[in-house]
């Protein structure tokens, strides 16, 4: 019996996880010849994730190969490795009119300024990682917009001279809360609608944000919130919480109004943003989805139905969008 040497791992861990590292250890046989184990690399199923696995190798000390130099990215990709495909995000607009007013998606980076040296914030690869997966979707019209409080009831109401939309765009594209469904009986909550419905064919979760890297001064938040689009595509809206009565909430058509970022299963892979066709079959599959809420306060309860009923390929590419 030789000496038994146990292989020690050494966990890097990455965005993809933790990514193994065995050592080579002889191990000595009664000979006195030490067998060397010898680091080959292999790729794991899940896309660019990769695991270095210990094989035998019978030689001599003089005759052991040396361990290969390992480099890998700052987010535990190796060099050298096949980059992944980006996934593939489809968005369309389905307003009740007026489509045009609402703008396409836009990349966050598009609007950075240059870097002021190499070592400036553009620079950072922590910041880049961030800014590279939000998209911009911009204020649809101008609106001045507040809320006044009449003994116990609450009234929303608009500023006319700040305000560039018509009354009956007001009546259909804002909605004010019954006050039963607000968080707080003290913060009233209202939304704009934002027709913008997103698809992809694969695993994919929509994550919606306030627009925190612009400058902004509001007198509440907005309500952000997170959901799988692979079998739910519904559209979306602006939910607003005012926070204080005594001021409005302004804003004006093409600035930042929120962010969304797209997760797949392998948070490495970039995303590719195209403006997608309304087929039938979209329609079909959304029909199903509209008007849930008044049905059930879970709408995650039916998504399982929703899988099963989903038409197999829902992205049909209209043109090429952003890639991050």
């Known amino acids: 019996m030789g000496i038994q ?5 050494i966990p890097f861990t990455g965005m993809m996880g933790i990514l193994r590292i065995l050592r080579a250890i002889p191990r000595m046989e009664a000979t006195g010849i030490p067998r060397i184990l010898r680091v080959t690399p292999y790729m794991e199923a899940m896309g660019s994730a990769a695991t270095l696995r210990a094989t035998p190798f019978t030689g001599t000390m003089g005759s052991a190969p040396t361990l290969p130099e390992i480099r890998y990215t700052a987010i535990g990709r190796i060099n050298g490795m096949p980059k992944v495909e980006p996934l593939t995000v489809g968005w369309i607009v389905d307003a009740p009119f007026g ?19 190499g070592r400036a914030v553009q620079a950072c690869p922590a910041v880049n990682e961030l800014e590279k997966r939000l998209f911009v979707v911009k204020a649809p ?17 608009y500023d006319e001279q700040r305000t560039r939309v018509d009354p009956d765009v007001i ?21 704009i609608l934002l027709p913008y419905v997103f698809l992809c064919d694969e695993k994919c979760y929509l994550t919606q944000f306030p627009p925190f890297l612009d400058k902004f ?37 093409g600035q930042p109004l929120c962010y969304f970022m797209f997760e797949g299963d392998n948070p490495e892979r970039s995303v590719r943003l195209v403006r997608a066709k309304q087929t039938e079959e979209v329609r079909q599959f959304r ?12 709408t995650f309860s039916v998504m399982d139905e929703a899988a099963r009923r989903r038409p197999r390929n829902l992205v049909i590419s209209i043109e090429d969008g952003d890639e991050v």
């Open 5 to 9: 040497h146990t292989l020690p791992e």
């Open 99 to 117: 489509d045009f007013a609402f703008e396409a998606p836009e990349a966050k980076r598009k609007d950075r300024s240059p870097a002021l040296s």
């Open 141 to 157: 019209f101008d609106i001045k917009i507040g809320v006044e409080k009449d003994g116990e009831n609450y009234e929303l109401f």
């Open 171 to 191: 009546s259909r594209f804002i909605t004010f809360m019954p006050q039963n469904l607000w968080r707080s009986p003290k913060r009233p909550v209202f939304q």
């Open 217 to 253: 001064t509001w007198p509440g938040q907005m309500i952000a919130g997170r959901f799988e689009i692979t079998n739910w595509p519904r559209i979306l809206n602006f939910a607003f919480e005012f926070c204080d009565l005594n001021s409005c909430l302004e804003l004006r058509r």
């Open 287 to 298: 029909k199903g989805i509209d008007g849930m809420p008044k049905f059930t306060s879970n």
